[in-house]
């Protein structure tokens, strides 16, 4: 990697949530602050909520690891579950093994538990990260749980962090009770362009800069505008433009790095991306019915199917952590691993999200991929299989007569095509 031309203890712009690499604008401090303040008033929920990168994970472990050692903890982030497997991950959380409980052992064990530590002069925080794929039953349970009280206050402090969504559910009629105990809510916002500089600067320090200028001084205007100044997506384009610089053998990174980065991650400015992107979803929203698949991943392991997803025109980020569009859950697997980007045209594009391992197309690492029928992608010990639903139709609907075509042979007869060496390219960099 670069690491020895920029004089660099490690990466400075890896996805994966580091506490270390934190840093605190206004508004992520502010955020912070509402957090700090859960462990000493008892009276109500706070919520913490922020678009996908905005950095509410590395600002939870951040605050984690400040904490006392008389706060017992509790922290859940696997929110697609049942009311009963949410009580079971809490209690297994705090040390038990209660998987064997029906809901009213679940239920009293916790609430002896949560009394016994008041007792003892501890107090217990639960966290819950991607709170906005909590069902209505689960949320509800919640705030039973709040409700637990010793003889002079309550006994559980609860953080919910989550997308912008989790306002909306909060809002429902049917969790009237629940809004009603919230007694702070912050939305984490997109990064200021002062601020953008300032993070840019904060995490090459943390990674060994010492000081030395490594982004012109021009370049961070061009960041922010294909970022939006949002911290994930910032990480992606500094990471990306440092790694044009290494192919030019400079220890600095230029705007015409930048504009290289840009064009390899064929992004447009951020503000044409939120347009497109609301009016996608104004599209969806008032459409009679959903969009049809254009075509579907078909995800599996030692070669057993385990899980299929559609692509309709859009965005789908494949992942380790529930919050993705599918789910896998491997060790393997980065947080956020990769997207697949699918035009009303039907074609897809892949996109490595800066993951751990990358991702893998005929034996070889690629950071950008234009999907053909019957593409495989190795994901550690997982594969996912591309198939174009339109070309399926066409050939059934227009040429019954005519032998099925072999999609692995035509992509390999086509491996010399212009594109492909420039996505191979990109890989091996």
Same mark, same amino acid.
């Given at each position: 990697?670069?690491?020895?031309?920029?004089?660099?203890?490690?990466?400075?712009?890896?996805?994966?949530?580091?506490?270390?690499?934190?840093?605190?604008?206004?508004?992520?401090?502010?955020?912070?602050?509402?957090?700090?303040?859960?462990?000493?008033?008892?009276?109500?929920?706070?919520?913490?909520?922020?678009?996908?990168?905005?950095?509410?994970?590395?600002?939870?472990?951040?605050?984690?690891?400040?904490?006392?050692?008389?706060?017992?903890?509790?922290?859940?982030?696997?929110?697609?579950?049942?009311?009963?497997?949410?009580?079971?991950?809490?209690?297994?959380?705090?040390?038990?093994?209660?998987?064997?409980?029906?809901?009213?052992?679940?239920?009293?064990?916790?609430?002896?538990?949560?009394?016994?530590?008041?007792?003892?002069?501890? @107090? /217990? #925080?639960? &966290? $819950?990260?991607?709170? =906005?794929?909590?069902?209505?039953?689960? +949320?509800?349970?919640?705030? *039973?749980?709040?409700?637990?009280?010793?003889?002079?206050? @309550? /006994? #559980?402090? &609860? $953080?919910?962090?989550? =997308?912008?969504?989790?306002?909306?559910? +909060?809002?429902?009629?049917? *969790?009237?009770?629940?809004?009603?105990?919230?007694?702070?809510?912050?939305?984490?916002?997109?990064?200021?362009?002062?601020?953008?500089?300032?993070?840019?600067?904060?995490?090459?320090?943390?990674?060994?800069?010492?000081?030395?200028?490594?982004?012109?001084?021009?370049?961070?205007?061009?960041?922010?505008?294909?970022?939006?100044?949002?911290?994930?997506?910032?990480?992606?384009?500094?990471?990306?433009?440092?790694?044009?610089?290494?192919?030019?053998?400079?220890?600095?990174?230029?705007?015409?790095?930048?504009?290289?980065?840009?064009?390899?991650?064929?992004?447009?400015?951020?503000?044409?991306?939120?347009?497109?992107?609301?009016?996608?979803?104004?599209?969806?929203?008032?459409?009679?019915?959903?969009?049809?698949?254009?075509?579907?991943?078909?995800?599996?392991?030692?070669?057993?199917?385990?899980?299929?997803?559609?692509?309709?025109?859009?965005?789908?980020?494949?992942?380790?952590?529930?919050?993705?569009?599918?789910?896998?859950?491997?060790?393997?697997?980065?947080?956020?691993?990769?997207?697949?980007?699918?035009?009303?045209?039907?074609?897809?594009?892949?996109?490595?999200?800066?993951?751990?391992?990358?991702?893998?197309?005929?034996?070889?690492?690629?950071?950008?991929?234009?999907?053909?029928?019957?593409?495989?992608?190795?994901?550690?010990?997982?594969?996912?299989?591309?198939?174009?639903?339109?070309?399926?139709?066409?050939?059934?609907?227009?040429?019954?007569?005519?032998?099925?075509?072999?999609?692995?042979?035509?992509?390999?007869?086509?491996?010399?095509?212009?594109?492909?060496?420039?996505?191979?390219?990109?890989?091996?960099?």
């Amino acid at each position: 990697m670069y690491l020895e031309t920029f004089k660099l203890r490690e990466l400075p712009f890896r996805l994966s949530p580091d506490p270390q690499f934190l840093y605190l604008s206004r508004a992520h401090a502010r955020a912070k602050a509402y957090m700090e303040s859960t462990i000493w008033f008892t009276d109500g929920f706070v919520i913490i909520t922020g678009e996908i990168g905005s950095g509410k994970t590395t600002l939870i472990e951040s605050f984690l690891r400040q904490l006392d050692s008389d706060v017992v903890v509790a922290q859940i982030s696997q929110t697609q579950v049942s009311a009963v497997e949410f009580l079971q991950s809490v209690l297994a959380q705090f040390g038990f093994t209660p998987f064997k409980m029906k809901k009213a052992e679940l239920i009293a064990t916790l609430n002896t538990f949560l009394i016994e530590q008041y007792a003892a002069g501890r @107090k /217990v #925080l639960l &966290i $819950i990260d991607e709170a =906005q794929n909590l069902s209505l039953k689960v +949320l509800e349970e919640i705030r *039973l749980l709040s409700g637990i009280e010793s003889t002079k206050e @309550k /006994v #559980l402090r &609860i $953080i919910l962090a989550g =997308q912008p969504d989790l306002n909306g559910k +909060l809002d429902s009629p049917e *969790l009237v009770q629940l809004s009603q105990r919230v007694r702070l809510r912050f939305h984490l916002g997109a990064l200021s362009r002062d601020d953008l500089r300032a993070y840019v600067v904060h995490r090459l320090e943390v990674a060994g800069a010492g000081g030395r200028e490594i982004f012109a001084e021009d370049t961070f205007s061009e960041i922010m505008r294909f970022t939006g100044g949002v911290p994930r997506l910032v990480n992606t384009l500094c990471d990306t433009s440092m790694m044009a610089a290494f192919n030019e053998d400079r220890d600095h990174v230029t705007l015409a790095d930048v504009a290289s980065a840009i064009g390899e991650l064929q992004w447009v400015d951020f503000a044409s991306r939120v347009s497109s992107s609301s009016k996608s979803a104004e599209n969806i929203a008032n459409a009679d019915r959903p969009a049809k698949p254009l075509a579907k991943l078909v995800l599996s392991t030692e070669g057993k199917s385990v899980a299929e997803l559609h692509l309709v025109p859009g965005r789908k980020v494949i992942g380790r952590t529930p919050d993705n569009d599918l789910q896998v859950d491997s060790k393997f697997i980065s947080r956020h691993h990769c997207q697949f980007l699918t035009g009303s045209d039907g074609i897809t594009v892949v996109e490595d999200l800066n993951s751990t391992n990358g991702i893998v197309i005929r034996g070889k690492r690629v950071r950008r991929h234009t999907m053909r029928d019957g593409d495989v992608i190795s994901l550690g010990q997982h594969e996912l299989l591309f198939v174009d639903d339109h070309i399926a139709e066409h050939l059934a609907d227009t040429h019954d007569d005519l032998p099925r075509v072999n999609p692995r042979a035509a992509n390999e007869e086509n491996d010399d095509d212009p594109d492909n060496e420039r996505e191979d390219a990109a890989g091996a960099r």
